[in-house]
């Protein structure tokens, strides 16, 4: 109802564009709220950026608060990061603090460190037009840009940056928010807008398209029109950004408590496809009722409960369970053309994490955690002798279980195997040796073991003396 009211509103304001020229064309004069009409307190804003905004000052540069601190102050919540914008090139900020290191080639930062804590300085960005550094901007030919060393006024700084809701100013002098771009209005209207043309600011940097995404589903915000629809038309840029880059952002898009409204919205927009291609094209042909969707999204909102309470996550795991679709579908043919399990799993995983890797980069750390986590699953089925205590005392095992949880939901391997699972960790000792060596239920029930089941090898016994020489003898 709240996006049809928009669309409305939109309509009959004419403001359906991408909000303000971006590139020299007529601008009003700033919106300037006083400290009564506006809800952002100093007492919100941690020491150390008040450290900071204050000595820029009394050094005689402009310095605001600007972006998601003052957008996340005024909806009410708490910010993440507190940045600062000044009229101080990054080799002035410098000088007036001496715990200040100087990073970046595309655009020059401030980090002003403060133990653990880093408050980010940047200088006011110009447009390229700009009288001095204009010759230090560089696109290439699709218009993305590879470096954008330009300063400017805090007006044209407002016009470069992404959204209208990133771009506002808190000024320290006196208490005051400054809104060139219409920002405040998008708040209250709880509206993602892109500032500028769209196709140039996406063409400029195509991971805006994933912001947008985020913040409508982190603020619960609307994605304006133009801005959306810019989306479908451009989300196939993404192929052009480095692969690096956007396994850091899957890891904002996921990893940040509201994955599960940000996996749809991805999906919606086109732009999980351009992510995880492989996985799309499984979630496509099985369908909306299909057991893979059901194993991400509860994948996502497992993920989003151990970020609200606090616990630790890791890419490791959000990985197996987004690669997990084309991993599954890949073992199962492998099966059929006759290969062993283990063998069929080696090359499926090496084929489809080599393949994601063109567009999303998992480091090593993380591959090799992800790919034991598919490795233990079918060690599952074998609910006798030590084997359990093996698998149990596996150093991944938790991380292993919880995917077999994921599995039973989505229906992959039966609830009961599960429960078994569950089970056994949550017994005494005396229990958990009554269970390990009851015989299996296919035994129980006279049934033979299911084909998906490894069947076990009879033990060979040592020799003693050291270990054997020559080919083993072949068994009987």
Same mark, same amino acid.
Request: charged fraction near 30%.
């Given at each position: 109802?709240?996006k049809l009211?928009?669309l409305?509103?939109?309509?009959?304001?004419g403001?359906t564009?991408?909000?303000?020229?971006g590139n020299?064309?007529?601008r009003?004069?700033?919106?300037?709220i006083?400290r009564?009409?506006h809800?952002?307190?100093?007492?919100d804003?941690?020491p150390?950026?008040?450290?900071v905004?204050?000595?820029?000052?009394?050094?005689?540069?402009?310095s605001?608060?600007?972006?998601?601190?003052?957008?996340d102050l005024?909806l009410?919540s708490e910010?993440?990061?507190f940045?600062?914008a000044?009229?101080?090139?990054p080799?002035?900020?410098?000088k007036v603090?001496?715990?200040c290191?100087?990073?970046?080639?595309r655009?020059r930062?401030?980090?002003?460190?403060?133990?653990?804590?880093?408050i980010?300085?940047?200088?006011f960005?110009?447009?390229s037009?700009?009288e001095?550094?204009a010759?230090?901007?560089?696109?290439?030919?699709g218009?993305r840009?590879?470096?954008?060393?330009?300063?400017?006024?805090?007006e044209?700084?407002?016009?470069r940056?992404?959204f209208t809701?990133?771009g506002l100013?808190?000024?320290?002098?006196d208490?005051s928010?400054i809104?060139?771009v219409?920002g405040m209005?998008d708040?209250?209207?709880?509206l993602?807008?892109?500032i500028g043309d769209?196709?140039t600011?996406?063409?400029?940097?195509?991971?805006?398209m994933?912001?947008a995404?985020r913040?409508a589903a982190?603020?619960?915000f609307?994605?304006e029109r133009?801005?959306?629809?810019?989306i479908g038309?451009?989300?196939?840029?993404l192929?052009e950004?480095?692969p690096a880059?956007?396994?850091d952002?899957?890891l904002?898009l996921f990893?940040?408590?509201?994955?599960?409204?940000?996996f749809?919205l991805?999906?919606?927009y086109?732009l999980?496809?351009e992510?995880?291609?492989?996985?799309?094209?499984?979630?496509?042909?099985?369908?909306?009722?299909?057991?893979?969707?059901?194993?991400?999204?509860?994948?996502m909102?497992?993920?989003?409960?151990?970020?609200?309470?606090g616990?630790?996550?890791t890419p490791?795991?959000l990985?197996?369970?987004?690669?997990w679709?084309?991993v599954?579908?890949?073992?199962q043919?492998?099966?059929?053309?006759g290969?062993?399990?283990?063998e069929?799993?080696q090359?499926?995983?090496?084929?489809e994490v080599?393949?994601a890797?063109?567009r999303?980069?998992?480091?090593?750390r993380?591959r090799?955690?992800m790919?034991?986590i598919? !490795?233990l699953? &079918? $060690?599952?089925?074998? *609910?006798q @002798?030590? #084997?359990v205590?093996?698998?149990m005392?596996?150093?991944?095992f938790?991380?292993?279980?919880?995917?077999l949880?994921?599995?039973?939901h989505?229906?992959?391997v039966?609830?009961?195997l599960?429960?078994?699972?569950t089970?056994?960790?949550?017994?005494d000792?005396?229990?958990q040796?009554t269970?390990?060596?009851?015989p299996a239920?296919?035994a129980?029930?006279?049934e033979s073991a299911?084909a998906?089941?490894p !069947?076990g090898r &009879? $033990?060979?016994r040592r *020799?003693? @003396?050291? #270990?054997r020489?020559?080919?083993?003898?072949?068994?009987?």
């Amino acid at each position: 109802m709240r996006k049809l009211l928009n669309l409305m509103f939109q309509s009959l304001t004419g403001q359906t564009g991408s909000r303000g020229a971006g590139n020299g064309g007529a601008r009003a004069e700033p919106r300037v709220i006083p400290r009564p009409d506006h809800i952002v307190s100093r007492k919100d804003i941690p020491p150390h950026a008040l450290k900071v905004l204050y000595r820029l000052n009394k050094a005689g540069y402009q310095s605001y608060l600007v972006g998601g601190g003052v957008r996340d102050l005024l909806l009410g919540s708490e910010p993440k990061d507190f940045d600062v914008a000044t009229d101080a090139r990054p080799e002035q900020v410098r000088k007036v603090f001496s715990n200040c290191r100087l990073i970046g080639r595309r655009f020059r930062l401030a980090h002003v460190h403060f133990g653990r804590d880093i408050i980010e300085v940047a200088t006011f960005r110009g447009g390229s037009n700009g009288e001095e550094g204009a010759g230090d901007v560089v696109q290439d030919k699709g218009g993305r840009l590879l470096r954008d060393n330009v300063y400017g006024t805090m007006e044209e700084d407002a016009w470069r940056r992404d959204f209208t809701i990133n771009g506002l100013y808190y000024s320290i002098d006196d208490f005051s928010i400054i809104d060139y771009v219409g920002g405040m209005a998008d708040i209250e209207r709880r509206l993602i807008h892109l500032i500028g043309d769209v196709e140039t600011r996406y063409r400029e940097d195509p991971v805006r398209m994933l912001r947008a995404a985020r913040f409508a589903a982190k603020l619960d915000f609307d994605i304006e029109r133009a801005t959306a629809e810019g989306i479908g038309r451009f989300a196939p840029l993404l192929a052009e950004i480095a692969p690096a880059r956007l396994f850091d952002e899957c890891l904002k898009l996921f990893m940040a408590g509201y994955g599960r409204v940000t996996f749809d919205l991805l999906r919606e927009y086109g732009l999980f496809a351009e992510l995880f291609p492989a996985t799309e094209a499984v979630l496509q042909a099985e369908g909306d009722d299909g057991g893979s969707l059901r194993l991400l999204r509860q994948a996502m909102a497992n993920t989003d409960q151990r970020v609200s309470e606090g616990r630790p996550v890791t890419p490791a795991f959000l990985f197996a369970a987004l690669l997990w679709p084309p991993v599954r579908e890949g073992l199962q043919q492998r099966r059929a053309e006759g290969l062993s399990p283990g063998e069929a799993l080696q090359r499926t995983a090496a084929s489809e994490v080599g393949a994601a890797d063109q567009r999303v980069a998992l480091p090593k750390r993380f591959r090799i955690p992800m790919r034991e986590i598919w !490795q233990l699953q &079918p $060690r599952f089925e074998r *609910r006798q @002798g030590k #084997r359990v205590w093996h698998l149990m005392g596996h150093p991944r095992f938790r991380a292993a279980y919880d995917f077999l949880l994921l599995r039973a939901h989505a229906g992959e391997v039966e609830q009961e195997l599960a429960d078994w699972w569950t089970r056994v960790q949550e017994v005494d000792r005396g229990e958990q040796e009554t269970m390990i060596n009851a015989p299996a239920p296919q035994a129980r029930e006279g049934e033979s073991a299911p084909a998906s089941a490894p !069947q076990g090898r &009879p $033990r060979r016994r040592r *020799r003693r @003396g050291g #270990r054997r020489r020559g080919p083993p003898q072949t068994e009987s």
